[in-house]
């Protein structure tokens, strides 16, 4: 089967779970004999690692948008550039199918599907109701996943919460609609396992873009009352976005910078260093459509605290949950865990058993069962 694939991110162009998930499931689908052909937008030439069995086609644009911001007012020019050159450039002979990730995918490859006829599948990453996490959607932008809704032979989507967003809010029918949760490669985690339990001289660990879905200025106010009970704590922030600044100011005017480290975007063996010193992980998100860094924090042993409307908790047990937008109730569940060695001992090696169950070996051969049925579906 030939695919041809819309991305946005690809490593090492990538902020986050979308460029993390097209490499991981681009070599679980070659691994079994899918051949992709990968679009994907670049400001410069980079140099990828792809697997046999895919060709990588490197769109130029002219001009690059901050890519920790999936804020639609930042976005859309760019995706609107990377569809005029994507159909241009775009071979369609021998492909089975069209396979576009989130709206910048589907966007960009609109005007394709239409002239060609080629079957589409989209997989939903995150929804613009969960990246404008409370705030005014972009209409623009909810537009284009409502009517893709529509245009898309079946959608993919991470996790039941997404699912259900899409019913909610966009009309959308069920039967059209397939949850793959994410994955990991466990392997590289593993190794950083084997931990202390009883050791304290490390830090409370948050790892995604500083933007409001992700919820880091929760994870910040939270520090500050941790630190107010135990002012010996340390936190370490990991990641690039639109708050970045004003979280910096913020802990300087608490006076809690001396115990907060912001590091910006950290990748490879730094990122899996920032992993090891952890003694706890933090994910506080305002609408979290999985959360890939939940499943690799307990991957390398470390005991978890998530908000509830993270997606990834419909598949583990073995965290630490709390409600979202309450400061006073996560830095109570981080003082808990701080101060009890046998229940961070528990929470880190079950979690780091049940990470071992997701692959991105089943999220392949899961995709690849999909458009096996699409095809047969579309053939009778």
Wanted: net charge neutral.
């Amino acid at each position: 089967m030939n695919v041809a694939m819309i991305g946005w991110e690809y490593p090492p162009q990538f902020s986050g779970g979308l460029g993390i998930h097209c490499q991981a499931i681009t070599h679980g689908l070659t691994n079994l004999g899918i051949s992709i052909n990968f679009y994907l937008p670049c400001f410069h030439i980079n140099t990828f690692e792809i697997p046999d069995g895919m060709k990588l086609y490197q769109v130029m644009l002219e001009h690059s948008v901050n890519n920790n911001s999936y804020l639609g007012s930042t976005m859309w020019d760019m995706v609107i550039k990377f569809q005029q050159q994507l159909e241009s450039i775009f071979q369609p002979d021998g492909i089975d199918l069209i396979h576009a990730h989130d709206w910048m995918g589907i966007l960009a490859v609109t005007p394709i599907v239409q002239k060609y006829k080629i079957p589409l599948i989209w997989t939903v990453h995150s929804t613009e109701y969960d990246r404008a996490a409370g705030m005014p959607i972009h209409p623009a932008i909810y537009a284009v996943e409502r009517e893709a809704l529509e245009m898309v032979k079946h959608t993919i989507v991470v996790s039941n919460k997404t699912k259900q967003i899409l019913l909610d809010k966009y009309d959308a029918d069920s039967k059209h609609i397939t949850t793959i949760y994410n994955g990991i490669d466990f392997e590289k985690y593993k190794k950083i396992a084997d931990r202390d339990y009883e050791k304290t001289d490390g830090y409370i660990l948050f790892l995604g873009r500083i933007t409001g879905q992700k919820a880091p200025d929760i994870f910040l106010e939270a520090a500050k009352l941790v630190i107010a009970e135990q002012k010996n704590v340390h936190f370490m922030m990991v990641g690039e976005g639109d708050l970045l600044h004003k979280l910096k100011m913020l802990a300087q005017r608490w006076k809690i910078d001396k115990n907060v480290t912001f590091t910006g975007g950290i990748f490879g063996e730094q990122l899996l260093s920032c992993y090891q010193n952890a003694l706890l992980y933090v994910l506080p998100s305002r609408s979290e459509p999985f959360g890939i860094t939940v499943l690799e924090a307990m991957a390398a042993g470390i005991p978890s605290i998530i908000s509830s409307t993270t997606g990834v908790g419909e598949i583990v047990n073995n965290v630490y949950i709390v409600e979202p937008e309450q400061p006073t109730k996560l830095a109570h569940a981080m003082l808990t865990l701080l101060n009890d060695s046998a229940q961070r001992k528990y929470l880190g090696q079950q979690g780091y058993q049940e990470a071992q169950k997701w692959s991105w070996t089943r999220v392949a051969k899961r995709t690849s069962l999909l458009y096996q049925t699409t095809k047969n579906d579309l053939s009778k």
